[in-house]
């Protein structure tokens, strides 16, 4: 799996999951329009991510490919944050995310759906 995102490569693997696989070319309009960056600075972050193996480059026009999904960047994310901050207690992060938050009766069934749902895959 890829390395950690930072920020900057987040956005451009945003644009890429929304959109689809592109030309550099395009993702640097794409991202002059929506965040303001210029082509360099694009450029620099695609080759980013290319290193940390989330985008393949192929030719022609420096076509990016997205080989690292939103899902498999939230799982890392997920995963990153459960070791970093409840010593990689899955039961930990739920229980302090359940006790932080401002729930729905309806959203509270979805939850328990969810957990229904994963127990039985």
Do not use: H
């Not at 985008?55 to 939103?70: D, G, S, V, Y």
């Not at 944050?81 to 729905?104: K, P």
């Amino acid at each position: 799996m890829a390395e950690k995102l930072f920020d900057s490569e987040r956005k451009v693997m945003e644009a890429l999951w929304r959109e689809g696989d592109m030309t550099a070319g395009q993702l640097a309009k794409i991202l002059k329009e929506e965040i303001g960056w210029n082509r360099n600075t694009t450029y620099t972050v695609i080759k980013k991510c290319v290193e940390k193996g989330a985008i393949q480059r192929q030719e022609p026009n420096f076509f990016c490919k997205a080989l690292l999904t939103r899902r498999q960047a939230q799982r890392q994310e997920t995963s990153q944050l459960i070791d970093r901050m409840f010593s990689g207690s899955a039961e930990q992060f739920f229980a302090a995310f359940l006790s932080d938050g401002e729930f729905t009766p309806e959203q509270l069934d979805r939850l328990r759906r969810m957990i229904d749902e994963s127990e039985g895959e």
